[in-house]
């Protein structure tokens, strides 16, 4: 299941890594709720006070939420929320950590030098995860003396929710690190996937670029409202590819023509639409200002709207991990067995 | 609720419309069975007899999958069963039908002739919807003495699965024919979505294009393995789209900086993604080659691979389905009230 439970039931509180989280923003308060929620002792730090007391504030709800919404135990929860810890110093936060999770914002030189005070006060055998979505290992190693324990590991938002997390090692990234880490994230409940070289916005971020770019182009033409566009991915493309994943699908559907055939057929279909996308690189500011306001109009009550996103957020996640599945393709067969 | 079974229930056999499947291919097996399992009088016609034989069996199993993946209520679909007519002439098949629903290749010629025959012998109040993926009822109406009652109605497959429906009308389309496809539609728990006007691939196969085209490029490349391509896929973005579609997650990531601040930074973090997606028009031979030995590398047990997928639809859709979530986005409050 994606949500090990009973693995976590098993874990001695020695056994689990000191995480250290770097960066009190969304994600880092993702990242710090995640592994409270599984009981792990957690540190934040943020250079800012303000956004830290905020942050460990909502770190407990979002701990909470996950218990309510059944994605944590509720003792392994209590637990972790009793060790959390609100770091006054970058030294309290890390000095005594297995696991450091860099999550400050996606500024290069923020980011190197932050990597860089890291090193100076991090444990010998700490591995470095920095959350950069468009940043690399190989950038932001520059200012360290040691880039082998440095890799990027990239989570989605609700990242206490969502499963999918990119490794992506740098050129010097050491391979024992990389294993450490998917070894965490699995413990987790999260799949982690390794990255074989890096590529401008991973490999997430490339896809979700393709689907915003001829989304908003389909919206700004009149094609289609906000509402029915949001229906048209949700209730179609996104739970198909939820259940089996493009390259699934394409070996099911197949199956009786075999898949050079198959290919040959889907080259076909899309041809007129690859030559028809929309594929400027940039949103101008006229475009910008007309998408976002067929956005506002498109929905009023967003807490609402956020309470139904949550729920059924929750709801296909238990879907997805409903028993019977434990063993389906969306588990690397490579990984460490729980 | 996607699936009205209240709304179902409370149906007499005369208020459900009369169809015919013109087609017994995939799409037209799986409206049969979407109609059929609701009750309807379905009527299936094929030009050849053993597809159509072959076609009959099938409708009847995935009636009996419906019941099993609890989409479809037992009664109903045993009285749609009990009514379900293999048709041996295009006249037996359509004479009495309230909506005809054709579903042959995505030919234009042959749509058009058959369209042509259809028209003869239909009723002259029946609505008739094409099932075309990338024609449109602009083309396909060209031998038609009436337009005003043709227009597209896509299904993703499995048809009898996933809920959403793009209806295209054509400039000369009735509003009326367009409202009773989308009444119908409604009682059988789809999502119907009406395009403003006629795309090449209509919304969904645009944006599922532009996926495989980087997902294609991706593999290729060599950054990410197909079983990771799926994951990455499947546990990220699509569970994200599922629960609340990108206009939705926009409006409240949006919320503390307003949409157009928003807009600004989702324009910043995509940049450097546009301007590298890949942007080829056509699928060379030898990339076909590649990429259809890489998916046949990725899977070898199909058998369990499509029973996987198949339960982890069906526990995905009845996530979406979950009480309290009647009035949540995914359904169109302009739509005729069950």
């Known amino acids: 299941m994606l949500v090990p439970s009973e693995a976590g039931g098993q874990m001695s509180a020695a056994s689990a890594p000191r995480v250290a989280v770097i960066g009190a923003g969304d994600i880092g308060r993702g990242w710090a709720a995640l592994a409270a929620s599984a009981g792990w002792p957690v540190a934040l730090y943020d250079a800012e006070t303000g956004p830290l007391e905020h942050g460990m504030q909502e770190v407990r709800s979002r701990v909470e939420s996950l218990v309510a919404l059944r994605r944590a135990d509720r003792a392994e929860a209590g637990a972790g929320l009793r060790e959390l810890r609100q770091s006054r110093s970058l030294l309290t936060a890390v000095q005594d950590a297995d696991w450091i999770i860099e999550a400050a914002s996606e500024d290069l030189a923020v980011k190197q030098r932050l990597l860089e005070q890291i090193e100076q006060v991090a444990r010998r055998a700490a591995v470095i995860t920095s959350s950069a979505g468009t940043l690399h290992a190989s950038q932001l190693c520059a200012r360290l003396r040691r880039a082998d324990r440095l890799l990027v590991a990239r989570p989605l938002t609700p990242v206490e929710l969502l499963p999918l997390v990119e490794l992506v090692p740098g050129p010097h990234t050491h391979a024992d690190c990389v294993e450490d880490v998917r070894w965490w994230l699995t413990r987790l409940g999260r799949a982690p996937i390794v990255l074989r070289r890096e590529v401008t916005g ?61 290919v040959d057929s889907l080259a076909q279909r899309y041809e007129g639409c690859w030559a028809s996308l929309a594929a400027w690189d940039r949103l101008e500011p006229d475009a910008r200002t007309r998408f976002a306001r067929a956005v506002e109009r498109a929905y009023a009550d967003l807490d609402g709207l956020r309470a139904g996103r949550d729920q059924r957020l929750a709801a296909l996640l238990r879907a997805v991990d409903e028993p019977g599945q434990e063993k389906h393709f969306l588990h690397n067969t490579d990984e460490p067995d729980v």
């Open 202 to 262: 991973h490999v997430v971020s490339r896809l979700v670029a393709a689907v915003w770019r001829e989304s908003i182009q389909l919206v700004l033409d009149g094609v289609i409202d906000v509402r029915d566009l949001d229906r048209a991915i949700s209730l179609g493309p996104a739970l198909g590819w939820a259940a089996g994943g493009p390259g699934i699908n394409a070996r099911l559907a197949a199956e009786g023509q075999g898949m050079s055939r198959f």
